[in-house]
């Protein structure tokens, strides 16, 4: 029987070639104003679960 893919999960993390989970950063979406151009241009940049996560999260969305 198929996994089910964790909807949630498939839109939040991407496996990258050598096996890391990416992810965005928290705290980007909304009350923009009151954060710095320098705090808010280091939560554009891309970042990586934490090696205990990974393999959690690669449960979640087997077939990416």
Known sequence: MK???HTGAKKRFKITKGGKVKRGHAFR?????KKSTK???GLRKEAYCDKTNTAAIKK???YK
């Open 3 to 5: 996994l089910k893919t």
């Open 29 to 33: 979406s909304h009350i923009l104003n």
């Open 39 to 41: 705090r808010k241009r």
């Open 60 to 62: 979640l969305i087997p």
